[in-house]
């Protein structure tokens, strides 16, 4: 046990440290343990701070250096198989945003560009060296891929397998990153693609990577297109759209969707329909998102579209988070002067939380591709 570590006998008389101790213990975790999982408390205010403020007191406790973890995505694996979510307190100001995002909606057209300002704004150079070449900041495809770079192109290829790309085509991306899709389908494919964007810094090096290409990137609200395209592609987006606008979103791609078009929807989903946000997640990493659930796309999608295949591929997440935190630890030493120890904590934090939340499968990676029903159907490919 390290030094710097509280010593059980001095919290003997703590009554928050003995209720999350016992918490703790259903899901095989130790307070100041010696096993990876074991979290090293060094704050004795600690316990009482996360049983009543729950996921955002941990995650802020850890941002301030209250507690250690040597593997916080074994830690949250645990938690999350072991359901302790639903023994901490949901704090007020949880319940507040949960009642707002009922009441109003959070991602309107003035909101939408809050994300992108704050958290795909935070610099190019944090997802350089994060990212893979292609900078995919969604899930891999690790069936046949023994490497980051490799999931990530075997990704790109499944998704215009499975929209069946040929050249001379149309593409739309809505939420197209930093154009790496765009960039691999119109150099690969043949395809003349439009994305759009709603960062600038996105916009930005995309607009460079697909330089010579016939490629055009948009900054502007997805609500606003108003072109027809054979295929649509959104990847790591939907997740931003919120339940309010899940309507409007598959109105817009029917909209601008030819007749005999194909759309593939690639994004985080929930296990459960609600309306719960982690306020942790919400505050410091991705304001007003929300994950869908089966039911929020089944139903949003079937005034327009068949269904033509579902693929959970959900697992791959875990690698690829894990992958993501290890080469930005590699980076950490010519980050570390513009971001700060407490961004480092904090994304640290994310990454594996999420990670563990994937390897719990309490939160899945869909792709799912729809037509408006092709003769005879059409071979999805794996």
Not at 191 to 217: D, F, M, N
Request: charged share 20%.
């Amino acid at each position: 046990m390290s030094s710097s570590c509280l010593e059980e006998e001095n919290l003997s008389n703590n009554q928050w440290y003995r209720i999350a101790q016992e918490i703790l213990r259903k899901a095989d975790i130790e307070i100041n343990g010696t096993r990876p999982w074991d979290i090293q408390v060094t704050n004795p205010n600690f316990f009482k701070r996360v049983l009543q403020e729950g996921s955002l007191g941990l995650g802020e406790s850890f941002m301030d250096g209250w507690w250690e973890c040597e593997r916080l995505d074994i830690f949250f694996q645990q938690v999350l198989n072991a359901h302790l979510e639903q023994q901490l307190p949901h704090h007020f100001k949880d319940t507040l945003r949960i009642a707002a995002s009922r009441l109003t909606n959070l991602q309107s057209r003035k909101r939408a560009w809050i994300v992108g300002k704050e958290h795909y704004d935070l610099g190019n150079d944090l997802f350089t060296d994060m990212l893979d070449p292609y900078m995919q900041y969604s899930c891999g495809y690790w069936k046949n891929a023994a490497t980051l770079e490799l999931a990530q192109e075997a990704k790109l290829e499944l998704i215009c397998a499975k929209l069946q790309l040929e050249p001379g085509m149309t593409l739309l991306d809505i939420g197209c990153g930093w154009g790496g899709l765009a960039e691999y389908a119109a150099r690969h494919h043949g395809v003349s693609v439009v994305g759009v964007t709603i960062s600038a810094e996105q916009q930005k090096l995309a607009q460079q990577r697909c330089k010579g290409l016939s490629v055009t990137i948009l900054l502007q609200d997805y609500r606003d297109l108003q072109q027809q395209f054979d295929r649509i592609v959104s990847v790591g987006m939907f997740e931003h759209v919120g339940p309010k606008n899940y309507a409007t979103y598959f109105d817009v791609v029917d909209r601008n969707l030819k007749p005999d078009g194909v759309f593939l929807l690639h994004t985080i989903g929930a296990s459960n329909t609600n309306d719960h946000v982690d306020p942790w997640i919400n505050k410091y990493i991705f304001p007003n998102g929300c994950l869908p659930s089966v039911r929020h796309i089944a139903e949003a999608s079937e005034p327009h579209f068949v269904m033509e295949d579902w693929h959970n591929f959900g697992a791959d997440y875990d690698v690829t988070l894990m992958s993501w935190h290890q080469r930005f630890l590699a980076a950490w030493p010519q980050l570390a002067e513009k971001y700060g120890v407490r961004f480092k904590r904090m994304f640290s934090y994310y990454l594996n939380a999420c990670a563990g939340a994937f390897r719990a499968r309490d939160i899945q990676l869909w792709q799912v591709v729809f037509t408006r029903g092709t003769e005879g159907g059409i071979r999805v490919a794996r």
